[in-house]
């Protein structure tokens, strides 16, 4: 516990709701680095790889969404999520396309479909996937149809 490193490595993820604070957070690390080395007269190098974008839902695609979802699912089924931070190939899509990110459960206890994502039990209840399917659906005939 006595030893001074000759040298330190620091890694870590970072997300953010929005770009702007993604933005800022990068230039806050890279200034910090920047100052604490010079502080103790050493050397610092930041080595930042950008990732995936904020995943931002479209206002009025979130809306027509909760119009939609009821006509498949029961509406206390409808839920808003709470802010949530994935790291989502989607985001790009949302970059070019207004959208919406929707989450159709897929968990279910009776078949032991409990475990989050990245967890090495993690399976999920297939028959989500027709309500995803029908759902889906839905959302398409509601744009065709202006609502």
């Known amino acids: 516990q006595n030893v001074i490193a000759s040298t330190c490595r620091i890694t870590g993820t970072v997300r953010t709701f929005d770009e702007h604070t993604r933005v800022l957070i990068q230039?806050?690390?890279?200034?910090?680095?920047?100052?604490?080395?010079?502080?103790?007269?050493?050397?610092?190098?930041?080595?930042?790889?950008v990732g995936y974008p904020t995943v931002v839902n479209d206002e009025a695609e979130t809306a027509r969404f909760f119009r939609?979802?009821?006509?498949?699912?029961?509406?206390?089924?409808?839920?808003?999520?709470p802010k949530l931070m994935p790291a989502e190939d989607f985001a790009y899509y949302l970059q070019e396309i207004p959208g919406c990110f929707i989450f159709v459960g897929a968990g279910n206890p009776d078949k032991q479909a409990i475990y989050p994502h990245h967890h090495?039990?993690?399976?999920?209840?297939?028959?989500?996937?027709?309500?995803?399917?029908?759902?889906?659906?839905?959302?398409v005939s509601s744009y065709q149809n202006g609502e």
Do not use: N
Not at 31 to 49: D, F, K, N, P
Not at 120 to 138: H, S
């Open 27 to 49: 230039e806050r690390i890279e200034h910090m680095a920047r100052t604490v080395s010079e502080t103790y007269g050493t050397e610092a190098s930041v080595r930042y790889l």
């Open 68 to 81: 939609t979802a009821p006509k498949v699912f029961e509406a206390e089924q409808v839920l808003v999520s």
């Open 120 to 139: 090495p039990m993690f399976d999920f209840d297939e028959d989500a996937m027709r309500y995803g399917a029908k759902l889906l659906i839905e959302m």
